[in-house]
């Protein structure tokens, strides 16, 4: 049986392939990327993890199962104590500031993703919710792994070297395989594990499009700069 | 295939029958229920009330489907501005003012029901918090219906024969059947149609009994009185 | 002393000329708006309805004051049962169906309005909320009152005469006057008479100020066309 | 100025003090708690610990200022991934396993606390919640250290010297103070410096007495027993 998250991705391809093959990727794994863009896209991406953070604490208010709350648990404390430390001190490193950051004006692609998120979870259960975040976790595990691959040994030399090095590593690839399997552990809960078999697949596979949807206009306006 | 309800209802009979069967009912059917207590349950309820339209409104908030946003949409404003106003005019002719009813201190009780409702519905998805809102629906029902059967024609002289009136009359009728209608058409969307066959029986069944159980708790408090 | 929507519209005086003035809306005053941007329109408004009246049944379930849930419920009730309808049968004039309506793809400009105005109310608090949806219906009013005014007598043979109409009425007049005055009410509760003076106003205004953004994205999206 | 918690403790100092010098509190201060009234406690608290934990996860998903997250997310942590699994550990020391804990009927009063304060959260901003839950917070530190002075040195051979020394340690210490700082920083944002001039405490003050209320009903469960 395919996990929940392949059986999604395969849904809805299309979408998928707009969002993690979008051209910001390509810039971002050749090279040419203005540096000006990728400044302008962790600035909006600072903002992103304070909403994305908030959309995994929201996980853990939905459910009462003490193994699934200790996963979101964890999510958050990495988002919000370590991950977002680590975006200041690489924001710092160009030259912008951690009160730029915390300046920084909410690209309305920026919020109609999180946003969009954190209402996914509102509305429906647990795993509406999960599913609404995959595309965001497990898309940049892809995009990670193929750009590494891309560049080969050659990451040091890199413009970009670091983002493709944080998303194609090991840490970020168990942060992956972790994800996946709580989204089947609640899944097998919620839905069983037929889950195409399920009354819920399409709303959760239009969830899942949406989400990819959004994500590619994050790239869009990551490209158009600010 | 019987209803939802009626497959939670044979899931958890006696947290059911300890509910509707409960000897503030039998009080309140042979009319042998002391003025005060009875008086000390409207103050409860109209706290209740409050909080049971919050819950209401909360099912609109956790849809997207038309038909289901109007259903809940015309209950809140059935409660907020239809039934509360009767509750104020049968307290009133109690000699219990509306500011009196407004200064109620909520019972623990009270809460602990309410409250219970409306996280289901904000940690699950529509279907969790219609079920735990389908014991005081349909519960009223099934005891205004029976009540009145044991009173036979003398509510005109019967203490509480207004409240027995009101719930076993045709329109309260046709609440509980579009309530039962409503519970079957989101189950059916996110569930399916084979109820005990979902894995999420089990956890509904659950709800609905605790739900009971909260229930039985507010007659319970009902009848120690103030 | 002013409304709190006076002092709000103050603080983001060029947000809101943006959003009321836009040329989408010029567009549809003096009857320029090409047909078809009209009913790519309608059909994303329809769509935007449903999130908007969850947003106000979330207004419901907010409060626990009596008099605000009633102009909470009558809002989200008035919106599903009786003004969607309207617009399916305006839909169905210009040829477009229920079937379709329902099956509109929502554009992300209208994602990202209501679900940001549904993460206000979760984050924060009614009046949060509330400003949140202020852009809209008070904005709807005042570009209603000038479009009519710029029509003149003539809004029998103007293209869009019905739309004009609408929100220049009587009707929606008094909308709009109750809206402005629940916000006062519930600012009056929350943060005192003098609505600057609040350590809140700040935020407050942030929220107005990026929900008139929202709103001018959302006419933007309807001057693309589909 | 005082804290926060010190003037609504003063507005409510009847119900804080029914619920911090309760019975159970000093049979559980001078040892004559029958043990297996406080197994049912220690029972109850850990499904109390579940929903406590969603409470804090809520307080995350409410705020957009990092400081704020970083505190609550460190709090869920703390709480799921080392508080719980300490729990466990005392209660397979009395000879309580994990099954069981899990299979523990979550007793009425423990629901309405929790539910009750998750509820604050939804219903309210931030403000709200946090003072929901400062009475279990806040009022374990003072009965902890209260019962640490009566005992004296002799901890070690007191019945509970192990619960007397976690809530009178320094490490709780440290989440009192922490937890009474985050207290005024949101309230400093939310209602300013001058709590008591503000129009909402009368409300904080209602919601920080039903709490302390609620946790007395706790302890009054704990001490009926099973």
């Known amino acids: 049986m395919p996990t929940l998250f392949s059986a999604l991705k395969a849904s809805a391809l299309p979408s998928w392939q707009a969002y993690t093959q979008h051209e910001f990727v390509r810039q971002l794994g050749?090279?040419?990327?203005?540096?000006?863009?990728?400044?302008?896209?962790?600035?909006?991406?600072y903002v992103f993890l304070v909403?994305?953070?908030r959309a995994w604490a929201l996980a853990a208010v939905k459910t009462d199962r003490i193994d699934e709350m200790r996963h979101a648990a964890a999510t958050v404390?990495?988002?919000?104590?370590?991950?977002?430390?680590?975006?200041?001190?690489?924001?710092?490193?160009?030259?912008?500031?951690?009160?730029?950051?915390?300046?920084?004006?909410?690209?309305p692609e920026n919020m109609a993703y999180t946003r969009f998120v954190i209402d996914a979870g509102l509305r429906g259960d647990l795993l509406d919710l999960l599913v609404a975040l995959s595309p965001c976790v497990m898309g940049y595990g892809e995009i990670g792994a193929r750009l590494a691959a891309e560049a080969g040994m050659a990451l040091d030399d890199h413009a970009y070297g670091s983002w493709i090095a944080t998303?194609?590593?090991?840490?970020?690839?168990?942060?992956?395989v972790n994800a996946e399997a709580l989204l089947d552990t609640v899944a097998h809960?919620?839905?069983?594990?037929d889950h195409r078999a399920s009354p819920r697949f399409g709303d959760l596979s239009?969830?899942?499009?949406?989400?990819?949807?959004?994500?590619?206009g994050f790239w869009s306006m990551g490209l158009r700069g600010a």
């Open 30 to 45: 050749d090279g040419s990327l203005p540096g000006e863009h990728f400044i302008h896209y962790l600035k909006q991406d």
């Open 77 to 107: 404390n990495a988002l919000v104590n370590h991950e977002m430390r680590l975006h200041v001190e690489t924001c710092a490193a160009r030259g912008v500031s951690e009160a730029q950051l915390n300046a920084t004006e909410e690209a």
């Open 206 to 216: 239009r969830t899942f499009k949406q989400a990819c949807e959004l994500e590619a």
């Open 167 to 176: 998303y194609s590593g090991a840490e970020y690839k168990e942060v992956c």
């Open 51 to 53: 909403h994305f953070s």
């Open 189 to 193: 809960r919620l839905i069983g594990l």
